[in-house]
C-alpha cells in the first residue's frame, strides 16, 4: 500500500484494508488511524455480538448497570417482572440518556432534560404535559428502545445492535465449553459477579489486550520472582513448573470468530495433587474437593479444580475470562480503552475460598496490583512504537516460539 493512500482520512477501501494485513503482521495504522477505528465500531461494535454483564450483576428487581455497546450506551436491568433487558440509556424524546449512575436499583429512569419517565422494563410510565399532546402520543409505543438481539451463555448476556445475523450459540461456537470452565469451577455450576468492579483506562489501542503468553518474564517480571520464591500463591495458581517458557504444557487455541485461548489445562493438571494438598489448608477446601468430585465426577472435576475457575478466554472483541474476573474491553478512541474488571466468587464453596481467591485477584489485577498496572504501561509504550512514521510494519513472525503455535481446535 503506497503512503498517499495510508494517509487519505476515510478513504480506506475493503482492498485497501485487506492489505494492511499480512502473514503474521498487520500495518501500525490498523492501532492509530480514526478512519479505522471508526470502521471498527461500525463493522464490529454496532454488527456482533457484544457482550454486556452478567445476569447476577442485577439480581433484584429494578437493579441495572450501565454498559455500553461501540458508541451506545445500555442499561442491563432487571424488571419488576424479573426479566432481564438490554435498553438503550436514551431517552426516546430527546435523546438525553435516562440515567447516569454506574449502577444501582430503582423503580423508575427519569429524563433529566423533560422529566419523562420510564419503569424498570423500559416502558413510559409518564410524561410531563402529557394532555398537551393529546392523541398524538402513543405511550406503549415510546418505551426505551431494547437492543434488536440479546442472548446468554449460562449467565453470560450478549446483545447486538444488528437486527439480523448469527445466533450466540454459533457465534461462540467451540469456545461456549471454555466459558463453561469458569462456571463449573463451582459445585453447584454457579457463579456470582458480585466481587467487586475496578476500572482502568490506558492511553492505547483496545486490540492490545490479548491472549499472550511471551510477555510475562520481561513485563511481570518482579511478579514471576515472587512466583517462584512461593510457587503456592493461590487457587489455580500452582507454579512448580514455569507456564510460560518454551518447553511448557500451555498452548495458544484459536477457536474462530477471534475467540482464543491461553491453554492452561494441561500445565494445571499436571500439578493437580500438588494444588489439592494446598486447598486442604483452606477452611473448607477439603469439603469443596469432594463435593466437586461428587458433582462433576470422572476426569473433569480434577480438571476444573486444577484450573480454579480461570480458562483463560477471550470472547472477541470485548470479553475476558482471566484467573478470578471478568473482564470487559470498550474502546473509547484509537488511542484510549477502558478496562472494567470485575471479579468472582463461586457458589457453594466456603467464605474462605473465596476470600483466597479474592486476595488472589487483587494482588495481581487490583488498583494497587502487582500485575495490571505494568500491562497498562506496556500497551502506551506499543502505541507510541506505532505512531512512528519510519516503519509501518511490526512483524511478530519472529516470536513464534513452540509455545505461542498458534492452531484452530474444534475439539478443545
Known amino acids: 500500500m503506497n ?15 485487506a492489505g494492511m494485513v499480512g502473514a503474521g503482521r498487520v500495518h501500525s495504522r490498523i492501532y492509530t488511524d480514526q478512519a479505522i477505528f471508526d470502521l471498527e465500531i461500525e463493522r464490529i461494535f ?12 442485577v439480581p433484584n428487581p429494578g437493579d441495572y448497570q450501565m454498559r455500553s455497546i461501540g458508541r451506545t450506551p445500555v442499561l442491563l436491568v432487571r424488571g419488576a417482572d424479573g426479566e432481564v433487558r438490554v435498553l438503550v440509556n436514551r431517552c426516546r424524546h430527546r435523546g438525553a440518556q435516562v440515567c447516569e449512575t454506574e449502577s444501582g436499583n430503582t423503580r423508575y429512569f427519569q429524563c433529566w432534560y423533560h422529566g419523562w419517565t420510564y419503569d424498570s422494563s423500559g416502558a413510559l410510565a409518564s410524561v410531563t404535559g402529557e394532555e398537551a399532546y393529546g392523541a398524538r402520543l ?36 467451540t469456545a461456549a465449553p ?33 491472549m499472550d503468553g511471551y510477555h510475562p518474564h520481561f513485563v511481570h517480571a518482579s511478579v514471576m520472582a515472587a512466583m517462584r520464591r512461593n510457587p503456592d500463591a493461590g487457587i489455580g495458581a500452582t507454579h512448580r513448573e514455569d507456564p510460560f517458557v518454551d518447553t511448557a504444557r500451555t498452548r495458544t487455541r484459536d477457536f474462530g470468530h477471534g475467540h482464543a485461548m491461553l491453554d492452561f489445562r494441561e500445565h494445571r493438571i499436571h500439578q493437580y495433587a500438588m494444588h489439592c494438598e494446598f486447598l486442604k489448608k483452606i477452611k473448607g477446601g477439603a469439603d469443596y474437593i469432594a463435593a466437586m468430585q461428587k458433582a462433576h465426577g470422572g476426569d473433569r472435576a480434577p480438571l476444573l479444580i486444577a484450573l480454579g475457575g480461570d480458562p483463560h478466554l477471550g470472547i472477541f472483541p470485548n470479553l475476558q475470562l482471566i484467573n478470578n474476573q471478568i473482564r470487559i474491553i470498550t474502546p473509547l478512541a484509537p488511542n484510549l480503552t477502558q478496562v472494567t474488571m470485575t471479579a468472582v466468587t463461586l457458589v457453594g464453596v466456603s467464605d474462605e475460598m473465596n476470600a483466597t481467591r479474592l486476595r488472589q485477584h487483587e494482588s495481581f489485577y487490583g488498583p494497587a496490583g502487582a500485575g495490571s498496572p505494568d500491562d497498562a504501561e506496556i500497551f502506551e509504550r506499543v502505541q507510541r512504537g506505532m505512531a512512528a512514521e519510519a516503519s509501518y510494519w511490526p512483524d511478530s513472525r519472529a516470536s513464534q516460539t513452540p509455545f505461542l503455535i498458534h492452531f484452530r481446535d474444534h475439539h478443545a
Open 138 to 173: 402513543n405511550k406503549k409505543e415510546m418505551g426505551l428502545s431494547p437492543v434488536p438481539r440479546v442472548g446468554s451463555h449460562r449467565g453470560f448476556i450478549f446483545g447486538s445492535l444488528a437486527s439480523e445475523g448469527e445466533s450466540l450459540d454459533a457465534f461462540l461456537g
Open 178 to 210: 471454555i466459558i463453561d470452565l469458569m462456571i463449573d469451577a463451582s459445585p453447584v455450576s454457579e457463579i456470582r459477579a458480585d466481587g467487586g468492579t475496578h476500572k482502568t483506562e490506558y492511553l492505547g489501542n483496545w486490540k492490545l489486550v490479548g
Open 46 to 57: 454496532s454488527s456482533a455480538w457484544i457482550y454486556v454483564g452478567h445476569a447476577s450483576e
Open 3 to 17: 503512503r498517499q493512500a495510508i494517509h487519505r482520512e476515510g478513504a480506506y477501501t475493503d482492498a485497501a484494508i
